[in-house]
């Protein structure tokens, strides 16, 4: 049981991370298309 919680942790953790990722993504090209 304490496995399958770790297992989820970390794909939490990667969604989390491919979010800021397409967030930043995303900001950049906001901002690229304001300058």
Partial sequence: ???QQQQQQQ???QQQQQW???NGIRMSKTLANDA
């Fill in 11 to 13: 794909q939490q953790q």
């Fill in 20 to 22: 800021q990722l397409d």
């Fill in 1 to 3: 049981q304490q496995q």
